[in-house]
């Protein structure tokens, strides 16, 4: 793939910040968003704009079809059996929250096993502190290697018959380690426990089939993967989404409503209260197409490549430390400058044009863990070139001058 010319379909990264030409290595927090996916965005807004479902005029028909096609198309790019384990929300923290707060208390009782580990995202961390705390379950740590990977036998260590819920980012966003999942899975399955995956930094950057890894449910964002902010995914299979209560009442969800009972829609929709993210699930579309045009395959062996060079320019400044495997398959190194507070290097880099993120990353457990208050991280994507790094490496070695 042809990395320049991609990133001449990103119209935000064509411009100059502080006098140099933008380098943007912050998508692991929100990439940018392809002329494909704000055209189609605009096009919606000029041509289909009506709420969904409840509406026959043709632009409620239009808005219904494009909502809904979105889904099927999502529902094909994960590998879900069908369209109706896909819930649309906010993003993998609502989704996340969703199982924590109609699954869990159903399927916990005091005494019971919840089996995280500590490079989790607060997203995929907290509700599962809270939920213990609610039904009296313990949350147990899976051990991390000394490069914060996860080891198959420690995870046989650490579930147990008790375990009912075990949940894990695939991939780190601190780290770049890509957990086990499948394997997990079989592990939990094996105890009678679900295996929940956060897929926030998996699914832009490979290929992810959920009916291949057998995960019970998996949450990502469209925002990470050059889809607008404020659409995300819970894919959850089919028999267990059955048997969960919705969470959100109002409109859309209802099926007949009296005075003192309810009734819920059938799935999806019975989680999916109010007027839905319609035009966030256009852009999810259109950031699929988009996507796959390239392919995941293509877009995973560009990441690997960048990554090990990324470590290389890295690893040879003096000062500098790498977090997380040598080798590693996303497009993600985390770092400290030594003696350089990560707030003070990401300003000194900002002021070069080039955009990293600084700070806890939502993972204060694990940074902890690292023995660090904060690290820096630069995250790449598909439209990331080796003269970035380039220029974040040179910026690197000059940031550690001026703070000598």
């Not at 914060?148 to 036998?153: F, K, N, R, T, V």
């Not at 075990?166 to 899975?185: D, I, Q, R």
């Not at 939990?188 to 929940?196: F, K, T």
């Not at 995914?233 to 969960?244: A, D, F, I, N, R």
Request: charged content about 20%.
């Amino acid at each position: 793939m042809n990395a320049e010319l991609i990133k001449a379909q990103f119209p935000i990264l064509n411009q100059e910040i502080n006098g140099h030409p933008l380098v943007y290595l912050d998508s692991a927090a929100t990439s940018q968003k392809p002329l494909a996916v704000l055209e189609a965005l605009q096009r919606y807004y000029e041509w289909e704009n009506a709420n969904v479902h409840r509406g026959v005029h043709t632009l409620g028909s239009r808005a219904t079809d494009a909502y809904e096609g979105a889904r099927e198309k999502v529902a094909r790019f994960i590998g879900a059996n069908r369209t109706e384990e896909i819930i649309f929300t906010r993003g993998t923290t609502t989704a996340l929250n969703l199982v924590a707060s109609s699954y869990g208390p159903s399927a916990l009782s005091a005494g019971d096993e919840i089996v995280i580990t500590q490079m989790e995202h607060h997203s995929n961390f907290i509700p599962w502190q809270q939920l213990a705390k609610r039904t009296g379950a313990t949350l147990k740590f899976i051990p991390m290697q000394p490069d914060g990977s996860i080891a198959l036998e420690d995870v046989e260590k650490t579930v147990t018959d008790k375990t009912k819920i075990v949940s894990t980012a695939y991939v780190s966003n601190v780290l770049g380690v890509v957990n086990p999942v499948k394997e997990m899975a079989e592990i939990a399955h094996r105890h009678g426990a679900v295996m929940v995956v956060d897929g926030a930094q998996s699914t832009p950057h490979m290929k992810v089939n959920v009916r291949d890894l057998d995960c019970d449910f998996y949450a990502f964002s469209g925002h990470k993967m050059c889809a607008p902010t404020g659409i995300g995914v819970l894919y959850g299979k089919k028999q267990l989404l059955e048997s969960m209560e919705p969470i959100e009442f109002g409109g859309e969800m209802i099926d007949d409503v009296g005075l003192y009972e309810s009734t819920w829609k059938e799935l999806p929709w019975k989680f999916e209260g109010g007027t839905p993210i319609i035009a966030g699930a256009v852009g999810l579309a259109a950031a699929i197409d988009f996507l796959e045009e390239i392919g995941l395959d293509e877009i995973h062996r560009h990441e690997t490549k960048l990554a090990a060079y990324a470590m290389g320019k890295l690893s040879e400044i003096e000062g500098v430390t790498v977090y997380g495997p040598r080798e590693r398959e996303v497009g993600l190194v985390t770092f400290n400058l030594l003696d350089v507070h990560p707030h003070d290097v990401a300003t000194v880099l900002d002021a070069q044009g080039i955009a990293i993120r600084a700070g806890h990353h939502c993972c204060q457990p694990l940074m902890r863990w690292l023995q660090a208050s904060s690290t820096a991280r630069a995250s790449l994507y598909l439209y990331n070139t080796e003269q970035d790094i380039d220029r974040l490496a040179e910026a690197l070695i000059q940031t550690k001058e001026y703070f000598a």
